[in-house]
């Protein structure tokens, strides 16, 4: 039994001396590609390394010389998403990198979505072909991903809104305008927080879905007293009914279509429900392109 175990466990350690020498080797690379003069450095004379130093890049990531050399090194070593956000950053990893760096560490990025490889030119083409009806691109946990310019008015200026907000259950439990335009809000908290927990039931251990967790726990006590009535929901059409601030109220019908074969991302469009909410879609549109003065 001994041998079998040790005969299973074998691979799967082998993946994992993979993976820790494939990350140190990126993590060189990217390293010295950065001048020293693009981190705010003085390069000097006697500077052998093509790029940044090891200690130059703990420095900058708040991490220690040591701890990083050893993550250079392909050391059996914990990584934290912490530590793993501040090198993407120091390094100036692009979203596919960054992505790959987490992948190889065998952790899950923390940082909420504000890119998705479903979101293609052509997508983008579809939300703006759907105008003057909102649409919007969502992943399951609310992080909304991109949107046309009539959605971008639907509840408020999303655009000035930051990236890291521009999630549904944030902004509905913590954003005035966009609470203030949702008609029925009691009813919305209700079916959204019980959506996201049915959601939420197979990403358990990521640290995204907790940390949005966290933080609705932390910025609402009114998400506090209804995640803990442990209600769940599967997806849903449904009507909605919206009070906007340059157009009035419309009401119109959500439709969720599906992006990926699970449950992941989805781009959802508002229909109008009857004509008046369509001609007032209509002039919420011109607003948004700058045709009309509010």
């Known amino acids: 039994m001994t041998t079998m175990a040790q005969g299973t466990a074998a691979p799967a350690m082998r993946g994992s001396e993979i993976r820790r020498h494939e990350l140190a080797a990126f993590l060189r690379s990217r390293r010295e590609r950065i001048a020293p003069e693009q981190v705010g450095l003085v390069r000097g004379v006697r500077r052998r390394t093509p790029g940044l130093r090891r200690e130059e890049v703990a420095q900058l990531s708040a991490v220690g010389v040591t701890w990083y050399t050893w993550l250079e090194q392909a050391r059996n070593i914990q990584v934290s998403v912490s530590v793993l956000d501040a090198l993407a950053r120091t390094l100036m990893l692009d979203p596919s990198e960054r992505t790959h760096l987490f992948q190889l560490a065998g952790a899950t990025d923390p940082a909420p979505a504000t890119s998705c490889p479903s979101i293609t030119p052509a997508l983008r083409a579809m939300l703006e072909q759907l105008e003057p009806f909102p649409a919007c691109v969502q992943n399951s946990k609310y992080d909304i991903l991109a949107y046309n310019r009539t959605y971008a008015l639907l509840l408020c200026d999303l655009d000035e809104v930051p990236p890291q907000d ?55 006590p009114e998400f506090c007293d209804i995640w803990d009535r442990h209600e769940v929901v599967g997806a849903s059409a449904r009507r909605k009914e919206f009070r906007n601030r340059y157009v009035g109220r419309v009401t119109v019908d959500h439709t969720d279509l599906w992006l990926t074969p699970d449950l992941g991302p989805r781009m959802v469009t508002y229909t109008p429900a009857d004509e008046e909410s369509r001609r007032r879609l209509e002039k919420l549109h011109d607003i948004a392109q700058g045709s009309r003065v509010p």
């Open 166 to 220: 521009r999630n549904c259950m944030v902004l509905s439990y913590t954003h005035d305008e966009w609470r203030s335009s949702i008609v029925h809000l009691e009813e919305t908290h209700r079916l959204m927080a019980a959506r996201f927990r049915a959601s939420m039931a197979g990403h358990l251990a990521e640290p995204g879905w907790k940390m949005l967790l966290k933080r609705l726990r932390a910025e609402s």
